[in-house]
């Protein structure tokens, strides 16, 4: 459907091991374990949107580096998967579209996209209902 999403995404090394339902800063400890890094060394790519201040606050405080794009999480998502970018994880809402294309890329690659949709009203709820989504805010991989 053509709404938000919350998204997370890891390449294959955190692969498997990450929730979406985990605050953060766990996410942020797994991914460092997974790919052997430190905390400090872990780069986490959010989009520059008001509506992410607080996961950026939030990265920050825990010791990770916060790298912010503007637009495309596609491209962002999907660099957590592939060597040499320096990303280790992808989170923030966006678009859920994108989520699907993302996903497909990021499974492909032996990385891991979990995803919610965010429904921002009644209308968007039927929609999801109307596709077969009892629980329109069910964790989605």
């Given at each position: 459907?053509?709404?938000?999403m919350?998204k997370?995404a ?32 872990l ?99």
């Open positions: 459907p053509d709404m938000y919350e997370i890891v390449g294959p090394k955190a692969a498997g091991k990450i929730s979406l339902d985990d605050p953060i800063e766990k996410t942020i400890e797994i991914v460092a374990e997974a790919n052997n890094k430190k905390i400090r060394d780069t986490v790519i959010v989009q520059e949107r008001e509506r992410h201040q607080d996961i950026i606050d939030r990265v920050r405080a825990k010791g990770a580096r916060v790298k912010l794009f503007g637009d495309g999480d596609v491209g962002a998502s999907i660099a957590t998967a592939l060597p040499g970018t320096g990303i280790d994880l992808f989170v923030g809402i966006g678009g859920a579209p994108e989520g699907v294309i993302s996903a497909a890329a990021l499974k492909c690659l032996e990385g891991e996209m979990q995803a919610r949709l965010v429904p921002m009203n009644e209308e968007e709820e039927a929609r999801c209902r109307e596709m077969g989504l009892e629980d329109p805010r069910q964790l989605l991989m």
